[in-house]
């Protein structure tokens, strides 16, 4: 069975404290904003890495293409 946008938003809420997370795609594809005070300091690799830890093994067996905008919250407050 193929994971929903929901689906993989619930599934970085259980891994990480986000303020907020928006996730859309068709079941083989999606898009993700996320915005997390963990991303503080950190280069986009490193946060990218933080949203893969949070997904763990669904990143090989159920989800096949991630694209992240992974932001802070002062990042967000800020961004057009």
């Known amino acids: 069975m193929l994971p929903t946008p929901e689906d ?3 599934y ?3 891994g ?3 303020e907020r997370v928006e996730v ?3 079941g083989a594809r999606f898009e993700a904003l ?4 963990a991303f503080a300091g950190k280069r986009p ?3 990218h890495q933080l949203v893969y830890a949070a997904l763990g093994d ?3 067996d159920e989800i096949h ?3 992240m905008k992974t932001l802070t919250p002062e990042e967000y407050g800020t961004s057009p």
């Open 8 to 10: 993989i938003r619930q």
């Open 12 to 14: 970085i809420e259980q």
């Open 16 to 18: 990480m404290l986000c």
């Open 24 to 26: 859309t795609g068709d």
């Open 34 to 37: 996320i915005v997390s005070d």
């Open 45 to 47: 690799i490193a946060r």
């Open 58 to 60: 669904r990143m090989k």
């Open 65 to 67: 293409a991630l694209s």
